[in-house]
């Protein structure tokens, strides 16, 4: 069974002059896959794969620029893996999976450092303290123990190194024993997602929204804060350098605040994946047979200008991942019903749909049985007794 592990590294200054060589050349790589793929279309109608591609950088291209010799200097694992990365970004395009590919920008993309398990040479070990990587050596864990050590039960196939807000980050793939999981005999829960409560189980648990905490709302008001500020800066250095006024901000105090801006924004989504992770936990500590979630159409509710911060924050694709990575891990059956189930306009009670029933009203009540409850937790209930699904685990 194959595993995934994520946490914070403290590389020193050497190692991180290395690391930010290494995803500047993977980011300069990609961009020249597309750049080349695209004249290469123009002109002669013709993809070029990243296979292809490889051979001509290492043959052609890097004797033709003499000047690109630092393309030479870090991980050929890292390099080739950028390339197959671009690769992947034509194939779905053209399978019609995503949109066209873009170039990566060095202030807003995400280029990870690759590395991999490759011979007995460049064994991939990890101690309680520290990992040892290829072509970085020993590099130090900020969180001891987290990390499986054992190294004969568990292999470190291949993994990346990434950084956000000044923060240095190290994910491998581990191949672990396969272990029998335990039998869930709980009964099983139906779960529904929302706006105004997080999340609410059918046995009445309910997780409320941390985005109307106290924390949350103080840090987004600093946040927005440092925004103002940032933008302020941003004026004053167009202003400067037109020669229009002469302004106070340097590129230099513009560096320093869009790394305040970046460590906010950070907090947040750390803040907002912890409660994930622990709402989830919760619910699987109880052992249900079965989740049963609702296929809901994330990127659609995106498009309504009013809800979609709310909905981004809410992380409800996020949720639908990590429960069913859970689910699979712990042997629970995770059921998707459809996005068309009216689940939130159905009798729990005597299975009556109440065509009129209104976003505002958040008590159901059944017109024809009576029934009354909560109209996320009826939601949840008819979630869970669905009896048309897909198993997604």
């Known amino acids: 069974m194959l595993r995934s592990y994520k946490t914070e590294i403290a590389p020193i200054p050497e190692q991180k002059i290395l690391i930010h060589k290494t995803i500047g050349t993977c980011r300069y790589v990609y961009n020249l ?5 695209r004249h290469a279309y123009e002109q002669k109608g013709k993809y070029i794969s990243g296979m292809t591609f490889a051979k001509w950088l290492n043959h052609s291209y890097m004797s033709e620029n003499p000047d690109k010799a630092w393309i030479k200097e870090v991980s050929s694992k890292a390099v080739k893996q ?65 990390l499986p050590t054992d190294s004969e039960n568990y292999i470190i196939k291949s993994g990346t190194v990434s950084m956000k807000a000044g923060r240095y980050y190290v994910s491998v793939l581990v191949q672990e024993p396969d272990m029998p999981a335990e039998k869930m005999t709980g009964p099983g829960v139906g779960i529904d997602l929302g706006i105004k409560e997080y999340m609410i189980v059918s046995d009445e648990t309910v997780f409320g929204n941390i985005n109307k905490t106290e924390q949350i709302r103080k840090l987004e008001k600093q946040l927005k804060r ?53 709402c989830i936990s919760k619910v699987v500590k109880t052992k249900p047979s079965y989740i049963t979630l609702e296929d809901l159409n994330v990127s659609g509710m995106m498009k309504n200008r009013h809800l979609s911060k ?4 809410q992380k409800l694709y996020e949720t639908r991942e990590k429960l069913s990575a859970k689910c699979k891990q712990n042997g629970i059956e995770l059921r998707v019903v459809s996005r068309w189930n009216p689940s939130s306009r159905k009798c729990n009670g005597c299975g009556t749909i109440k065509k009129d029933l209104k976003l505002t009203e958040r008590i159901y009540i059944c017109p024809q049985c009576g029934y009354r409850a909560d109209r996320d937790l009826n939601a949840s209930r008819n979630l869970r007794d669905a009896e048309e699904y897909t198993a997604a685990v």
């Not at 709310?310 to 924050?313: H, K, V």
């Open 82 to 146: 950028s390339i197959m990365n671009a690769d992947r970004a034509y194939k779905n395009f053209f399978a019609g999976r995503a949109a066209f590919p873009n170039f990566k920008k060095k202030s807003r993309s995400d280029v990870k450092m690759y590395f991999v398990k490759t011979d007995a040479k460049a064994v991939i070990r990890c101690d309680r303290h520290r990992i040892r990587i290829p072509t970085l050596g020993w590099v130090r864990l900020k969180e001891k123990g987290y």
């Open 33 to 37: 896959f597309l750049d080349t793929n």
């Open 226 to 278: 440092e925004q103002r500020s940032l933008s302020r800066k941003y004026e004053s250095l167009k202003k400067r350098e037109a020669g229009k006024k002469k302004g106070e901000a340097t590129r230099q105090n513009i560096q320093k605040q869009k790394a305040k801006v970046q460590k906010l924004h950070q907090r947040l989504d750390n803040i907002r994946s912890d409660y994930v992770n622990k």
């Open 310 to 313: 709310a909905i981004a924050s």
